[in-house]
């Protein structure tokens, strides 16, 4: 009886044992099999931010070519379109092509993922200017005043320029101090603002901007220089010797003044005057042609061929492809009786002309 009852509870705890593993391994089952029912997770998009290689690109837009640069680029950008820097490169290509419409394209994008990017900034300012948009130039370049070399242009000389073909005069004259590191109201600013006019054809401002100089400051150099090469270009000749007059009182050894002054008496036909200040500008400075072309000039206007031949001959040895040169070497020729040569120089210089104007 004992023993049986002994056998039953052994009986109920195998069955126990039992039982209680297989609710084990069931549960284990059940966790596996939900795992492998439950949906996989989408994959993470990549937010790599590594810059892609541009070396390639850039070299060959360096070697000059810039379509293949482009084409390079654009299957990056095609890639993945979202790649840090792309837009910024393509842009920079389409500049140095001077496509500025579509560098405008690419240089709008690159500032919309990157605002603070001040590179682009002076590449899109430069690109409406250029684009012949100068309005809309002004306000990006006045954000970035630095010089990044891309750009191959100082942007404060294009920020300035903008101001003057807005008519903006005192705008562009601050900013023309500024790149020259001079106070915006001095003389020197009036000075470097009346140069930039007068390279623009601004003349009339020009000259005001020189007088203001002159009266801010009437020792300073080059400004008298500057109001004796602007009476010349207007023909305006007693006022270009009086001014280039006062130049060389106060920088007497520069040989632009001289050369500048012997033009203004050339063309009153004052000669022997002329003469005389050629041969100190050549003295002063031997490196340039036109001392030299103007003196071949002035000679054979005296009837001195000779001489004048050989100062024009000196001329053609420094600047072959100068026409002037040989026109006039024609013409020396040509007084001289020497018909050969006049014709073989007038023909050259009608070729170098030509070759010029193509």
Excluded at 20 to 29: G, H, K, Q, V
Excluded at 155 to 173: F, H, M, P
Excluded at 223 to 252: C, D, M, N, T, W
């Amino acid at each position: 009886m004992i023993c049986a009852l002994i056998l039953a509870m052994k009986s109920r705890l195998v069955v126990l044992r039992f039982t209680y593993c297989a609710a084990i391994l069931l549960t284990f089952l059940c966790v596996a099999l939900g795992q492998q029912s439950s949906p996989p997770e989408a994959p993470k998009a990549s937010t790599s931010t590594t810059a892609p290689d541009f070396s390639n690109a850039r070299k060959l837009v360096q070697q000059g070519k810039i379509d293949e640069g482009i084409a390079e680029l654009q299957a990056i950008e095609a890639r993945d379109p979202s790649a840090k820097g792309v837009s910024l490169e393509i842009g920079t290509a389409y500049y140095k092509k001077s496509d500025y419409s579509k560098a405008i394209e690419y240089l709008k994008k690159a500032i919309a993922t990157d605002p603070g990017n001040d590179e682009a900034t002076q590449l899109l300012g430069l690109s409406y200017y250029l684009n012949g948009h100068p309005a809309e130039a002004i306000p990006l370049l006045e954000r970035v005043q630095g010089w990044y070399s891309r750009a191959n242009v100082d942007a404060a000389y294009i920020l300035g320029v903008s101001y003057i073909q807005l008519k903006e005069y005192d705008q562009a004259r601050k900013s023309f101090g500024k790149m020259f590191d001079v106070p915006g109201d001095s003389a020197a600013a009036y000075l470097f603002t009346a140069r930039m006019l007068f390279r623009q054809d601004y003349d009339p401002i020009a000259e005001e901007y020189a007088k203001k100089a002159a009266e801010l400051d009437p020792r300073l150099p080059l400004v008298h220089f500057l109001l004796g090469e602007l009476y010349i270009y207007k023909s305006r000749i007693p006022e270009a010797i009086a001014e280039l007059q006062k130049e060389l009182a106060i920088s007497p050894a520069n040989a632009a003044t001289y050369y500048k002054l012997a033009d203004a008496y050339s063309r009153v036909q004052k000669y022997d005057e002329a003469e005389r200040l050629l041969q100190r500008s050549i003295w002063l400075d031997a490196t340039t042609t036109g001392p030299f072309i103007l003196m071949g000039k002035v000679l054979e206007k005296k009837g001195e061929f000779e001489l004048a031949i050989r100062s024009l001959q000196r001329a053609a040895s420094m600047d072959p492809n100068n026409p002037t040169t040989h026109h006039l070497l024609g013409q020396a020729y040509r007084d001289m009786g020497r018909k050969e040569e006049a014709e073989r120089e007038l023909q050259l210089a009608e070729q170098l002309q030509s070759r010029g104007n193509n």
